[in-house]
């Protein structure tokens, strides 16, 4: 098994008299992919909001590789090598996949025209294609924009997005929630393919055919707080289900 590179412990959120979290614990590790499950307002995006700078706890504690972190923005946690994919399609409609790609980080041309602010589209795109081909994500074209692409191939520039500039953690909330079969295939497939460059991926989802199929372990919410935790190979999704409803608690109350 390997390190715990992401390791929150307790944390609590509240949002005026609403407990989002209430004492959660939730670890993730490189290499894999860790699935989050829990019943609707169980708190699973709260925790990410937290793990991604997007929220701050309430208290609570964050260590990345074993250090004591904070996230004041979801800037703050990216420039520690955490992303995240929002189930909403979060792209440019109107640009390109490889402007896509390097939204908010865009290269700039050299000397004075990049001084003026003139961007490097080729070495964009020679970048780009060579990260969708690597990452295995196949699209129609390069040349159009991302709005007249299908919702999966949309999709997989969003995750290949964030892949492209993780170093350490990649937040999926849902993310294959808004696409057919196959093309939730796809996006699947280049999930195991981040995992496999050593990031840890912590997969939202709903769906437990999808959970059992890619996660190699399991952690789940329940009511603000983390109730159990299953390790890939022997999970049953009897048990998922009785954790998510409270019928199975490994974890008590602290
Ligand atoms: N911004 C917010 N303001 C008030 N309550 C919130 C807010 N965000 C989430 N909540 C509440 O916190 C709880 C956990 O929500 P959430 O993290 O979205 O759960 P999940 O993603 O597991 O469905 C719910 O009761 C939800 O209504
Ligand atoms: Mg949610």
């Not at 979290?21 to 699973?44: C, H, M, P, W, Y």
């Not at 040349?143 to 492209?164: T, W």
Request: net charge neutral; charged share 25%; proline share 3%.
């Amino acid at each position: 098994m390997s390190e715990i590179l992401l390791d929150a412990v307790d944390l609590t959120k509240h949002y005026g008299s609403v407990e989002a979290l209430r004492g959660a614990s939730f670890q993730a590790r490189a290499g894999e992919v860790t699935a989050l499950i829990g019943d609707n307002g169980a708190g699973k995006s709260t925790l990410v909001k937290c793990l991604s700078g997007a929220e701050q706890p309430t208290s609570g504690k964050i260590l990345l590789d074993g250090k004591d972190v904070r996230f004041d923005s979801p800037t703050t946690a990216r420039r520690m090598g955490i992303e995240t994919v929002y189930q909403d399609l979060a792209v440019a409609p109107e640009l390109d996949p490889a402007a896509n790609l390097f939204l908010g980080r865009e290269i700039h041309r050299k000397g004075i025209l990049g001084k003026l602010g003139m961007l490097d589209k080729a070495e964009m795109r020679r970048q780009a294609i060579e990260e969708f081909q690597r990452l295995g994500v196949t699209l129609q074209s390069t040349d159009v924009p991302i709005g007249s692409l299908s919702g999966g191939q949309r999709q997989s520039v969003a995750v290949a997005r964030s892949v492209v500039w993780a170093s350490k953690v990649v937040f999926m909330d849902e993310p294959t929630a808004a696409l057919g079969v196959v093309q939730r295939e796809r996006v699947l497939d280049v999930i195991k393919k981040v995992r496999d460059k050593g990031i840890a991926v912590v997969l939202i989802s709903h769906n437990m055919p999808e959970v059992l199929s890619v996660a190699d372990r399991v952690e789940v919410l329940r009511l603000g707080k983390r109730v159990a935790r299953f390790t890939g190979s022997d999970t049953k999704l009897e048990d998922l289900v009785a954790a998510m409803t409270g019928a199975l608690v490994q974890e008590e109350a602290a």
